[in-house]
């Protein structure tokens, strides 16, 4: 299991590369695209959030659930919106905002924390049920390249350069893994944690998805953005109806 939790990882952190690649590489990315990612990403994250994460926090650590959500969804907001001045998905384009060093610093740090709970999401859902863990790798795949884009998008308008812009995806990446690992190591203390984790990141994805993601798909012109979310759902449960023989709960 510890196995195929670690490639799953690989392949969220391979997204994120892939992501600060296209940015690098000068196509022009179509704005739409990255926006299409975002809302399926925030329609699909939500549904989990709602029709398994939370009911099966419960089932994991009973009573003391919302407590763990709660402090998911504080724990990220904190790291990405309070110590950190300026975070958003989706390719940076405030040049200004970025001229001090500090801002791109803050928003690296602010994704890194960010992608550490992506990873910790998965490998803690993954433990817990992996039928779950499979759902949540789907949910953070789908915002991973928009997310690898971000950053790299965040370095190039400090100008920090190309390489440095590779690196901090890179760097974004390695932050998914470390959090794949993190949870190896909790699951070691003792099995309850597994359930706290799993709990927590019921918290941490609601974060993701309501205040990551729904605020760029409200700051679209596009219409057909914020539809997408109601696709992302639907995606959700084709997901679900797909996956259901491996569902053991
Ligand atoms: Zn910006
Ligand atoms: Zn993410």
Known sequence: MTLTIILFGLVAAAAEIVGGSLVLMRKKWPRSIQEYL???????????????????????????????????????????????????FGEE???????????????????FIHAFFDGFAISAGMEFNFYLGLLIFFAVLLHKIPEGLTIASVMI??????????????????????????????????????GIAFAFSAGASTYVGASDLIPEI????????????????????????????????
């Open 93 to 111: 384009t405030h040049t200004d905002v970025m001229v001090s060093g500090v801002a791109s610093f803050s928003t690296f740090a602010g994704l």
């Open 157 to 194: 308008a400090a100008e920090r350069g190309r390489q440095t812009a590779f690196l901090a995806s890179l760097a974004i990446g390695v932050a998914t893994m470390l959090g794949i690992l993190s949870v190896f190591v909790l699951s070691a203390v003792n099995g309850r944690v597994v």
């Open 218 to 249: 409200n700051h679209s012109r596009n219409r057909v953005i914020p539809l997408l979310v109601f696709g992302g759902m639907l995606l959700f449960w084709a997901g679900t109806a797909l996956l259901a023989p491996l569902a053991g709960h």
């Open 38 to 88: 975002l809302s399926l990403g925030a329609g699909f994250i939500l549904a989990l959030v709602f029709l398994e994460l939370v009911p099966e926090s419960f089932h994991a650590v009973g009573g003391e659930a919302p407590l763990f959500m709660l402090l998911g969804y504080a724990v990220l907001h904190f790291f990405e919106h309070t110590i950190v001045g300026h975070l958003h």
